[in-house]
């Protein structure tokens, strides 16, 4: 992304964005959890960013070394232009709920029920969110800090055949 | 016909785990109306062995072997991918010689998991010759891979900064053997089913996406290619030694079965047009940076100097110190786009280490791809997707 498309974005978004770095893969953008659904609607529809694709949806736990522990972070891309885009939101343990973007970009879905399954992270008013990787009777979210890579979990009582069929 | 069409049920059938066709790792909940699938529930994670958790526990090199256990059928791009993710995070550059050998074993590795898709796909369609002849011909590569690294299916031959080793003796005269041998059975594959009758009318039609929603939902490599985006990141983000490679980049039209395979087969030509010219320029010299701080030190000053020992220790220990930053590094790997997103707080260990694998993203177009069609046309949508176990569940 060139320079005066970074510099409109950052004046069309002043109140929303947290912060920005030019970092050494594609700008990134740590963005108000209020203005997630906003800006990337504007990432969507604004005919010079065109992102076409939300390539990649995950977490990360900054357990106990930042105050607000949750990162969730996007990457977004354009075929069009061929360029990339990371955007950030940053969420407090107590208050883990982000809107989902499934709506603007079908294919977040399972994305945000990976980062549901493993990270404990809500994302409000997602069509369908189970877990994905893991099964239902699951306790805990593995991929959090806190959670000791040698924790047993309890046996799963035997599932009848009608009740496998749809997973809470 | 309203009467008949009350008296229609739907049906919920359980396809997979355990079925031959689901490679033991999917499980599709199909709700079908007579023949018709009209909702499918995939439902995946049977393979799900805690990727991530184990990175953040193993310090940087200590995970190539688990990078091996993503696609099973093409380790050494994965090993390949994910040592570029650190080395760019780092901010080294490999020597020229390696650069060359990776991209050749990037290309053997993409024949050989374009072979295992057509092999497995035309064999759950009843094309049992067709299997054996690709099994034939992934051998021969299978076997050059482990005279070279000593495994055949995990390697773990990458180096963060180079290689484990350098090729053997005659290696690439004998990987030129295998060449025409190889073409010789895609011919021949080719002849026993592009235009065979009973292969086009299973394949063609069935399994459609449009170019529209494969990009939105986040469809990379030969399944987005089929459906007519001319994207490849080896052209549009050229990585290792691509843009100095003469290769075209087959783009199909219509997105269904027949395109992803003809796609697959375009791209096994490509790739060998590609290995001979790499081997034609591949140049001599080293295949490790000299920086001792990422690379273990050679074997004679290990045993005979205590400078020698310290670093071999401390790297072995405390991990490669990598810098403080983040990056989100994409290579094309067979299935499309494997991208490493790694976190690193400047220890030797990763906060984070997360994989965007192709197979997830192509598994979430699935219910898209065989809603509407017939419950037989499962089967070949899910083999030309060529879903990968372990890169999906992770």
Known sequence: MNRELILKIKEDFANDIISFVEDRDMPVFVIRREALLRFVTFLKECAEVKMEQVTDITAVDWFKKREERFEVVYHFYSYTFNHRLRLKVNLFENDAKVPTITEIFSGANWFERECYDMYGIIFLNHPDLRRILLYPEFVGHPLRKDYPIDKRQPLVKLRRPEESRERP | ?394
């Open chain 2, 1 to 394: 016909m309203s009467d008949l069409n009350e008296r229609v049920q739907e049906i919920t059938i359980n396809m997979g785990p355990s079925h031959p066709a689901m490679h033991g790792t999917i499980r599709l909940l199909l709700t079908l109306v007579g023949e018709k699938v009209v909702k499918c529930d995939t439902q995946i994670g049977y393979l799900h062995r805690a990727f991530e958790k184990m990175c953040e526990a193993n310090i940087w090199q200590a995970i190539f072997p688990y990078t091996d256990r993503l696609n099973y059928v093409s380790p050494l791009m994965n090993n390949v991918g994910y040592a570029q993710a650190v080395e760019r995070l780092i901010g080294i550059d490999v020597p020229e010689r390696t650069k060359y050998i990776r991209v050749l074993l990037c290309e053997l590795s993409r024949i050989a998991d374009h072979l295992t898709c057509i092999a497995a796909a035309s064999m759950e369609l009843g094309a049992f010759t067709v299997f054996l002849y690709c099994m034939e011909a992934r051998d021969l590569i299978w076997d050059r891979i482990e005279e070279l690294t000593g495994a055949r299916v995990t390697p773990a031959y990458v180096r963060i900064g180079g290689l484990a080793r350098d090729l053997p003796e005659g290696f690439n005269e004998r990987v030129c053997s295998i060449l025409p041998k190889i073409e010789k059975v895609i011919s021949e594959v080719d002849g026993l089913l592009t235009n065979n009758p009973i292969f086009i009318d299973r394949m063609r039609g069935t399994g459609i996406i449009s170019s529209k929603d494969a990009i939105e939902i986040g469809f990379t490599g030969p399944c987005l290619r089929a459906t007519g985006v001319n994207h490849d990141l080896r052209k549009r983000q050229p990585y290792l030694i691509y843009d100095r490679l003469e290769f075209e980049v087959p783009v199909g039209s219509r997105g269904d079965n027949y395109d992803r395979y003809m796609v697959r087969m375009e791209e096994m030509r490509q790739s060998i047009k590609i290995i001979r010219q790499v081997i034609k320029d591949m140049p001599d010299g080293k295949i490790n940076i000299e920086n001792t701080m990422y690379i273990l030190p050679p074997k004679e000053e290990v045993y005979n100097t205590i400078e020698g020992v310290v670093n071999h220790f401390k790297l072995i220990i405390d991990g490669i110190q990598v810098p403080k930053g983040e990056i989100y590094d994409a290579t094309e790997a067979a299935n499309g786009e494997l991208g490493f997103y790694l976190v690193s707080d400047g220890s030797g260990r990763p906060v984070k280490c997360r994989v965007r694998s192709p197979s997830f993203a192509l598994m979430q177009g699935l219910e898209k791809m065989v809603v509407g069609g017939y419950l037989a046309d499962v089967i070949p949508t899910f083999g030309s997707i060529n879903m990968i176990g372990g890169e999906c569940d992770r």
